[in-house]
């Protein structure tokens, strides 16, 4: 399980690189708009196979988005690679607020109360 974790972060990582590839103006037009599909692909909640279909839904996310950023990678000059993980590693090292997480789950714990309240001012009458 701990492998599968590490892999995770570094797709996620990879992902991200990719991302700031496609916005790197060095990065040849084609391989930015390869890489920027290749980014989207990856932050989608759309996928090419759905995800509820067993085993097959989860290829794409194991198989298609590892090609993907791999050839990304082996298309982008290497200078453009290494500030592109760079940037990936700075954003990736900031820290995270629990604060606002727990501000943004209270938002929408409050907003599904105010629903439910409604909803059974609905129904009841």
Do not use: H
Request: hydrophobic letters at 60%; glycine letters at 4%.
């Amino acid at each position: 399980m701990n492998k599968v974790q590490e892999a995770a972060k570094r797709i996620k990582q990879d992902a991200l690189t990719v991302y700031f590839v496609a916005r790197n103006r060095d990065t040849p037009v084609f391989v930015r708009l390869l890489a920027l599909a290749i980014a989207a692909y990856a932050i989608s909640p759309i996928d090419l196979i759905p995800d509820f279909i067993p085993v097959l839904g989860f290829l794409d996310d194991v198989i298609l988005l590892p090609l993907g950023i791999m050839l990304v990678i082996k298309l982008t000059p290497t200078m453009v690679i290494e500030a592109s993980r760079a940037k990936a590693s700075e954003m990736t090292a900031k820290p995270v607020s629990s604060v606002a997480a727990a501000v943004v789950i209270f938002v929408w714990l409050l907003c599904a109360g105010v629903f439910g309240y409604w909803l059974l001012g609905i129904v009841s009458t």
